[in-house]
């Protein structure tokens, strides 16, 4: 996963509600792999939400740790040290 942040160099930051992604959508996406007689239910939907949130928190935390240096893209490695940097050492 490659994120390229060359708005928020210039100082604008998209609002908060772009980042969220509708539970249709999610539903959606999970749909696509499941077999065709399962159903997705509204806690699971939920759950994927938050992992969303999270996968969300976690980027941002990265990208303002890099934007000290100026940087334009942020690769995996550098999400790996995002979490061993927030404190998520166990899962790296």
């Given at each position: 996963?490659?994120?390229?942040?060359?708005?928020?160099?210039?100082?604008s930051k998209p609002p908060q509600e772009s980042y969220?992604?509708?539970?249709?959508?999610?539903?959606?996406?999970?749909?696509?792999?499941?077999?065709?007689?399962?159903?997705?239910?509204?806690?699971?939907?939920?759950?994927?939400d938050q992992r969303m949130q999270?996968?969300?928190?976690?980027?941002?935390?990265?990208?303002?740790?890099?934007?000290?240096?100026?940087?334009?893209?942020?690769?995996?490695?550098?999400?790996?040290?995002?979490?061993?940097?927030?404190?998520?050492?166990?899962?790296?």
């Open positions: 996963m490659i994120i390229t942040m060359h708005d928020d160099l210039q100082g969220i992604i509708p539970r249709g959508t999610i539903a959606l996406i999970m749909r696509q792999v499941q077999p065709h007689d399962s159903r997705v239910t509204s806690n699971t939907k939920e759950t994927m999270f996968s969300v928190t976690l980027t941002r935390a990265v990208m303002q740790e890099f934007r000290q240096d100026r940087r334009l893209t942020i690769t995996g490695d550098n999400m790996i040290i995002g979490f061993a940097s927030s404190g998520l050492v166990n899962y790296v």
